[in-house]
């Protein structure tokens, strides 16, 4: 199956900070969405961004389809913006393939 | 709008027993899926239903794992003789169309097998 590699693991940052999040993928896909679980679990739509770029207040996203990857801007942070971001891809089959995360904290 | 609904949010059960798992989709939503989500992982892809058709049971990881929809809306996960390796947080979520990929995520079932 597909491969999705998130990048980096952790990351801890002071409020007001910037941020990059990276996502690769193995393959060519359909779908690739951007995905933000709050500490109390809940997963929050950011963006549906198979290719091209995105911004939403924020947060942007680009994808790079052609090179397999995608990244997820953090500005100005702020501690509601901790929690686990995900990246998952899908290839055609409707079936999403997560990675495995990157943990956000943001501290006042 | 409502979104997708889960319920319960949390269940506690013993080794062996059965359980079942119930998602309320968008209304109007044609497709329908069920992820898991062990402690400290992605989540992983279990099952899928869209319309009438037959569903993808594909990511199921044992029989003793089956989902039916009814009435091409609401749907219900039902494990039996549940193990400890069960232990997960169960997710739903659904799509408009099946040609419509962004798929919106319920709050999930939390399930703890003792």
């Known amino acids: 199956g597909i491969q999705v590699e998130q990048s980096p693991p952790d990351l801890i940052l002071q409020e007001g900070a910037n941020s990059t999040l990276r996502c690769n993928f193995s393959?060519?896909?359909?779908?690739l969405q951007w995905f933000h679980q709050n500490p109390w679990g809940q997963l929050i739509n950011l963006f549906y961004?198979?290719?091209g770029t995105k911004q939403n207040g924020r947060l942007s996203a680009t994808t790079v389809a052609t090179e397999r990857y995608s990244l997820l801007y953090i500005s100005s942070s702020q501690t509601t913006d901790s929690g686990v971001y995900f990246c998952?891809?899908?290839?055609?089959?409707?079936?999403?393939?997560f990675g495995a995360g990157t943990t956000v904290t943001v501290r006042a | 709008g409502a979104g997708v609904s889960q319920s319960p949010s949390n269940k506690v059960t013993e080794k062996g027993k059965d359980v079942e798992l119930r998602c309320d989709p968008i209304?109007?939503?044609?497709?329908l899926y069920w992820y898991r989500q062990s402690l400290g992982q992605g989540l992983e892809f279990l099952i899928y239903f869209q319309g009438n058709s037959a569903p993808d049971k594909s990511g199921l990881p044992s029989d003793r794992f089956s989902a039916e929809r009814t009435g091409g809306s609401v749907s219900t996960l039902t494990i039996q003789r549940t193990q400890q390796e069960d232990s997960a947080v169960y997710f739903c979520a659904s799509t408009p169309r099946a040609a419509y990929n962004e798929q919106f995520f319920g709050p999930g079932t939390r399930l703890t097998v003792l």
């Open positions: 209304s109007g939503h044609t497709a």
């Open positions: 998952a891809v899908e290839r055609g089959d409707y079936k999403l393939s």
């Open positions: 961004i198979p290719s």
């Open positions: 393959d060519s896909v359909n779908n």
